[in-house]
């Protein structure tokens, strides 16, 4: 089945700093990649999602990047701010065939000092 | 996603005991999910709905059951044949078939069983 695998686990940055998040999965067929943000106690927050007919997106500070031929996709943070801290996740879903089920990595804790 | 409501925010169960989590939303979503997180880790699949009347099971279903009698609920019993049943379980829900597959969570129950 599907694996998505997450890089770094954790990561600290200086404000005003960027962050890059990678992900890789292992399904040529998944088409679907959505990133969420989830702060402590909280639900996860869907923030950026890219499908496979496009190679990026932007969304202000934040950018989603794939390589479909590679099977990665990354998450870029400009300029981040203290209120970027937070467990970011990656996943990846065959929307056509598996009822939209998503498969996530296992979370970046990025950390962004003031 | 505050269409999508999770009852009780805190759970304590005896061991061999079972306990059902409700789910209920109001976003006229066709296909509802539910997962499982861990501390430090990502979030599993456990089941999904993409009808009503229908489910399947996702990557660690054993020990878990639920049932799909109308569009807005998905409750999910945690069984005593569960072996580690404390976690924190969300709930998402998206229009699935009937088009966009971009899921949204509800605010999760933390379940302890001592």
């Known amino acids: 089945g599907e694996n998505v695998e997450q890089h770094p686990s954790t990561l600290s940055v200086q404000e005003g700093d960027s962050a890059v998040i990678k992900c890789t999965y292992s399904?040529?067929?998944?088409?679907?990649f959505p990133w969420y943000k989830q702060e402590l106690g909280k639900r996860p927050q869907l923030i950026i999602d890219?499908?496979?007919?496009?190679g990026e997106k932007k969304d202000q500070r934040i950018a989603v990047t794939l390589n479909k031929t590679a099977k990665h996709f990354s998450l870029h943070i400009t300029e981040t701010q203290p209120e970027d801290s937070a467990v970011y996740f990656c996943?990846?879903?065959?929307?056509?065939?598996?009822?939209?089920?998503?498969?996530f990595g296992q979370g970046t804790e990025l950390s962004v000092k003031p | 996603d505050g269409g999508i409501t999770q009852s009780p925010k805190y759970l304590f169960r005896k061991e061999g005991q079972n306990v059902t989590l409700s789910c209920e939303q109001n976003?006229?979503?066709?296909?509802m999910y539910w997962y499982r997180q861990d501390p430090g880790q990502g979030l599993r699949l456990i089941y999904y709905?993409?009808?009503?009347?229908?489910?399947q099971k996702g990557d660690i279903a054993e020990g878990y059951s639920v049932s799909r009698e109308k569009k807005e609920s998905f409750p999910l019993t945690v069984t005593s044949a569960q072996k580690n049943p404390t976690a924190f379980y969300l709930c998402?829900?998206?229009?699935?078939?009937?088009?966009?597959?971009?899921?949204?969570f509800g605010p999760g129950t933390r379940l302890t069983v001592t």
């Open positions: 998402a829900s998206s229009l699935g078939l009937a088009g966009s597959y971009e899921q949204y």
């Open positions: 399904d040529s067929a998944s088409n679907y």
């Open positions: 890219i499908r496979s007919n496009v």
């Open positions: 996943a990846a879903s065959t929307t056509y065939n598996q009822g939209g089920k998503l498969i």
């Open positions: 976003l006229n979503h066709d296909a």
């Open positions: 709905s993409q009808i009503v009347n229908d489910f």
